[in-house]
C-alpha cells in the first residue's frame, strides 16, 4: 500500500533544542517537499527537493534545514534558529518537478513548544 | 503578497444542493491550477486539477472551470454530501521545471443535512 509516511505525528520542542521531522515515500517519486500550515493560512513552502542529493528553499526556509540522501527520504530539522517554530508540518511528493502531477501529502507532524 | 486568494473562509451549503468555493490568483504565470480538500489533523488530499490550456474539467461530482482573462477558477461539487464537509485549498503552479505550489488559505465548507 504507497504512501508517505510522517513522524512522529506529535513532537514537543524544548527551548534551544533541534527536533528532526521524518518523510518516508514508497511511491517512487523523484520529488519531495515541506509545507508548514498555521491556523487560518494556507500551506507555505520551506524546502523542496526534485532529485536526490540536490534540494532547494522555498519561501520561508530561514531555520530549517534538510538533506536527501535518498529517494525515499526527506527528513526536516527545525533549528534553533527557527524563532516560531510551532506549527503542522507537511510532507509531499509528486512523480518529478515540471510534470504538472499532483502532489500528494502525509498527515503531517503537529510541532509545539515545551 | 498572497498571489491566491479564497475570499471566503466559511460556506455553509444544504445537503443535495451545489457547493461553489471560488479562488482568484495574482501571477499570470500560474498554468495549473489544483483543489485539495482536508481533514483536521490530517494532510490533505488531491481532488482535481485543471491546466490553464483547458477552462473546465470534470471528475465525477467535482467541476473545476478556469477563467484566464478574470484570473478566477471555482470549484462546483453537485450534489453535495455530509462527507464533503472539510476545509478546500486552491493551489497553483508556474511550468518552470518545478512544481512549487502556492496555496490560498482555504475554504472551510459545512454540508447542512
Known amino acids: 500500500d504507497g504512501g508517505i509516511t510522517q513522524s512522529p505525528k506529535y513532537l514537543f520542542r524544548k527551548e534551544g533544542q533541534n527536533v528532526t521531522l521524518s518523510c518516508e515515500q514508497n511511491?517512487?517519486?523523484?520529488?519531495m517537499y515541506w509545507y508548514r500550515q498555521d491556523p487560518g493560512q494556507g500551506l507555505r513552502l520551506i524546502y523542496y527537493?526534485?532529485?536526490?542529493?540536490?534540494?532547494q528553499k522555498g519561501d520561508i526556509a530561514e531555520g530549517y534545514s534538510v538533506s536527501r540522501e535518498k529517494k525515499e527520504s526527506f527528513p526536516l530539522t527545525v533549528t534553533s534558529a527557527q524563532k516560531n517554530p510551532t506549527a503542522f508540518y507537511l510532507c509531499?511528493?509528486?512523480?518529478?518537478?515540471?510534470?504538472?502531477?499532483?502532489?500528494?501529502f502525509g498527515d503531517g507532524t503537529r510541532l509545539s513548544i515545551l | 503578497d498572497q498571489q491566491v486568494k479564497q475570499n471566503s473562509p466559511s460556506l455553509s451549503v444544504q445537503e443535495g444542493r451545489i457547493s461553489i468555493l471560488n479562488c482568484d490568483y495574482t501571477n499570470s504565470m500560474f498554468d495549473y491550477f489544483l483543489w485539495y480538500k482536508k481533514y483536521p489533523a490530517e494532510g490533505p488530499t488531491f481532488l482535481i486539477s485543471?491546466?490553464?490550456?483547458?477552462d473546465k474539467n470534470e471528475d465525477g461530482r467535482f467541476t473545476v472551470f478556469l477563467n484566464k482573462s478574470a484570473k478566477h477558477l471555482s470549484l462546483h461539487i453537485v450534489p453535495s454530501q455530509p462527507g464533503d464537509s472539510a476545509v478546500y485549498f486552491c493551489?497553483?503552479?508556474?511550468?518552470?521545471?518545478?512544481?512549487?505550489?502556492?496555496f490560498g488559505t482555504g475554504t472551510r465548507l459545512t454540508i447542512i443535512p
Open positions: 493551489a497553483a503552479s508556474e511550468f518552470r521545471g518545478n512544481e512549487k505550489l502556492t
Open positions: 509531499a511528493s509528486s512523480i518529478r518537478g515540471g510534470s504538472n502531477q499532483p502532489q500528494h
Open positions: 511511491l517512487n517519486h523523484d520529488a
Open positions: 527537493s526534485q532529485i536526490v542529493n540536490d534540494f
Open positions: 485543471i491546466s490553464s490550456i483547458k
